[in-house]
C-alpha cells in the first residue's frame, strides 16, 4: 500500500488542523492505520492508532485532543488534531501496522506515508 499524508501547515496555538492520508490499494480497509510525528532532534513518537474494530489509542500527549477517523471508501484516514500547542509542531507520518507488533513502536509498522509539516505558532 502507497501512503500520501497532507493537511499540515502553521496555525497558531489553540487553533486545529486535520491531516488526511490517502491510500492506493483495494485492501486499504484491512489495515489498521495509526499517526507519528517527529520533531527536529527528536525520536519519532507516536501518536494514535485506530483499531480494526473502531477504538483507538492515544499517546498521553494527546490524549483529549486529537483524533483518529477513516472513510474506508475514500481509502483515507484523518487526524484531526485540536487545541494546537507549539509542543505539537512536528512532522506527521501516516502508518500501516504489520502483523501483530507493539502499536506503539514504530519498528512495527511496514508502510510510511511521506510526511506533513505542522507547526504551531505560540
Known amino acids: 500500500v502507497q501512503l500520501q499524508a497532507s493537511g499540515g501547515g502553521l496555525v497558531q496555538a489553540g487553533g486545529s488542523l486535520r491531516l488526511s492520508c490517502a491510500a492506493s490499494?483495494?485492501?486499504?480497509?484491512?489495515?489498521?492505520m495509526a499517526w507519528f510525528r517527529q520533531a527536529p532532534g527528536k525520536e519519532r513518537e507516536f501518536v494514535g492508532i485506530r483499531w480494526s474494530g473502531g477504538s483507538t489509542n492515544y499517546a498521553d500527549t494527546v490524549k483529549g485532543r486529537f483524533a483518529i477517523s477513516r472513510d474506508n471508501a475514500k481509502n483515507t484516514v484523518y487526524l484531526q488534531m485540536n487545541s494546537l500547542k507549539p509542543e505539537d509542531s512536528a512532522v506527521y507520518y501516516c502508518?500501516?501496522?504489520?502483523?501483530?507488533?507493539?502499536?506503539?513502536?514504530?519498528?512495527?509498522?511496514?508502510?510510511w506515508g511521506q510526511g506533513t509539516l505542522v507547526t504551531v505558532s505560540s
Open positions: 490499494g483495494r485492501t486499504f480497509s484491512s489495515y489498521i
Open positions: 502508518a500501516a501496522l504489520i502483523g501483530s507488533g507493539t502499536y506503539y513502536l514504530a519498528d512495527s509498522y511496514g508502510y
